[in-house]
Structures are given as C-alpha cells and as structure tokens.
C-alpha cells in the first residue's frame, strides 16, 4: 500500500491553526511519542468506524503500539474479516469475483444465525423439561441453576408488582374512608338540624295550645245589606233587638 509523497520519511506537513510544519520522522522523546500515538491511534480509530458507518463498509482495524499492547477495531468480527480476506486471497489460481465471495461470507453468516436458532430453541425446550433426557448430570445441575435464578428474578418482580398493587389500594381505601368520614358527618349535621327543626315546631305548638294562650274566634252575625237612601222598618221596631239593650245609645236629632 503507498502512501502520498507527502507522509514519507523526511518529508513536512503543514498543520492548520498556525503550528507552522512538523517534521514526519519518529519521535525520540519517549513521553511525546506515548502522547502522539494515543492521539493518532483515536483518530485512526474514529475514521474506520465514519468509514464502516457512512459508507457501509466492512472494517477491521488492528494496531500494535511500540510496548507490544493491542488496539482493533471491527464493526462485525476481526476474525471473521480476516477469515473473509484470507478466503478471498486463498486461491489465486480459481479468481473469485466480489460478488461471489460476498455470497460465500452470507451463506455462512445464515448458516451461523440458523445453528444459533437452534440452539435457541433447544434451550427453550430444556427451561419446559423437555429433551432433557439425553443429558449429563452436568448439563442438569447447570439447567436447574438457570431456572432456580429465572425464578428467583420472577418472583422478586411478583412481589414487587403485588407490594404496588396493595400499596395502592391501601392508599385507596384510605382515601375512601375518608370521603365515607365526611358523609357520614355531613349526615350527622342534617340529621341534628331537622331534630332542632322538630323541637322547634313542637314548642310553639304547645305554646298555643295552652288554656291562658288560646284565642277563640267567633264569626260576627252576618247584617242585612241597607241602602243608603232608607232604613228598613223592622230596624226602628223596638221589638227587634240585633244587639243587647245595654249596648244601645240615644238617637238625637238635631
């Protein structure tokens, strides 16, 4: 792989923000040369993964610092892409175009996924105690370790759920006893307030009911309708009496 004229040894780079040039060469400095590569190394990294991202590429990225330390990348498997670029370059006499090899990689990709589907589902059987029978003690105390922590996850959120739901009731029933509280008050009120209303009505009834308090009305003797241009004769017959004669008073004329 050739890199520009630019990056060979002994050549410059001009920097932007004003830093002036700096010599490509290695560092002597032991400190400013850990300083540069840790710096380089992440944005070596940050470019394989903008480039695995923006252009939907499959990246591998492997760096060995001077002290022997390891730095990768990949975005799907170093191993496998090595795998792929070993197989892509393994025959060099039967040539396989990209589009073949790219068949090849997927092929294997779905045949990982589908043998990862079955054991998947063979798990699954195992958790409903079936198909256990083929196997080893092993194999058994290691199911029965995942279904005693499976239960165990599932009881704690159990109780969880079932310490919220009587929480929330209980805060429920509080409230609806205190609504229950206020009725029933509200109640005793009207209640006591009628009673007075009762007892009220009871004593003015009596009141006037009592001998010293009654009062009898007696209707007054209905009188002839007189015109006013005469006077009927019985009225000046001494004999007629409508009133007591100690109620009557001398007639003068004048």
Same mark, same amino acid.
């Given at each position: 792989?050739?890199?520009?004229?630019?990056?060979?040894?002994?050549?410059?780079?001009?920097?932007?923000?004003?830093?002036?040039?700096?010599?490509?060469?290695?560092?002597?400095?032991?400190?400013?040369?850990?300083?540069?590569?840790?710096?380089?190394?992440?944005?070596?990294?940050?470019?394989?993964?903008?480039?695995?991202?923006?252009?939907?590429?499959?990246?591998?990225?492997?760096?060995?610092?001077?002290?022997?330390?390891?730095?990768?990348?990949?975005?799907?498997?170093?191993?496998?892409?090595?795998?792929?670029?070993?197989?892509?370059?393994?025959?060099?006499?039967?040539?396989?175009?990209?589009?073949?090899?790219?068949?090849?990689?997927?092929?294997?990709?779905?045949? &990982?996924?589908?043998?990862?589907?079955?054991?998947?589902?063979?798990?699954?059987?195992?958790?409903?105690?079936?198909?256990?029978?083929?196997?080893?003690? &092993?194999?058994?105390?290691?199911?029965?370790? &995942?279904?005693? &922590?499976?239960?165990?996850?599932?009881?704690?959120?159990?109780?969880?759920?079932?310490?919220?739901?009587?929480?929330?009731?209980?805060?429920?029933?509080?409230?609806?006893?205190?609504?229950?509280?206020?009725?029933?008050?509200?109640?005793?009120?009207?209640?006591?307030?009628?009673?007075?209303?009762?007892?009220?009505?009871?004593?003015?009834?009596?009141?006037?009911?009592?001998?010293?308090?009654?009062?009898?009305?007696?209707?007054?003797?209905?009188?002839?309708?007189?015109?006013?241009?005469?006077?009927?004769?019985?009225?000046?017959?001494?004999?007629?009496?409508?009133?007591?004669?100690?109620?009557?008073?001398?007639?003068?004329?004048?």
């Amino acid at each position: 792989m050739e890199f520009p004229s630019e990056f060979s040894g002994g050549s410059s780079q001009k920097r932007i923000g004003g830093r002036g040039k700096i010599e490509i060469k290695r560092i002597e400095n032991s400190t400013n040369r850990q300083v540069t590569f840790c710096k380089r190394r992440n944005g070596l990294l940050k470019k394989a993964y903008e480039l695995s991202v923006l252009c939907d590429a499959e990246v591998a990225l492997i760096v060995f610092s001077s002290r022997g330390r390891l730095y990768e990348y990949a975005n799907n498997s170093v191993r496998a892409t090595i795998e792929r670029y070993k197989k892509a370059n393994s025959d060099s006499s039967h040539p396989q175009t990209v589009s073949e090899v790219n068949t090849q990689f997927y092929q294997q990709e779905a045949s &990982k996924l589908r043998k990862h589907i079955r054991d998947i589902q063979v798990s699954n059987r195992h958790i409903l105690g079936e198909g256990i029978s083929d196997l080893n003690f &092993k194999d058994l105390k290691n199911l029965e370790n &995942k279904l005693e &922590k499976s239960i165990s996850r599932v009881r704690s959120k159990k109780n969880e759920m079932l310490f919220a739901e009587i929480e929330y009731m209980q805060k429920r029933g509080l409230v609806q006893e205190i609504e229950l509280q206020n009725d029933n008050m509200y109640l005793r009120a009207k209640i006591a307030e009628n009673e007075r209303a009762q007892q009220q009505q009871q004593g003015s009834d009596h009141h006037f009911n009592m001998p010293g308090s009654s009062l009898v009305y007696e209707p007054l003797p209905s009188q002839p309708a007189y015109d006013r241009n005469f006077l009927p004769v019985n009225v000046l017959d001494p004999n007629h009496q409508p009133y007591s004669r100690s109620d009557h008073t001398a007639l003068q004329l004048v």
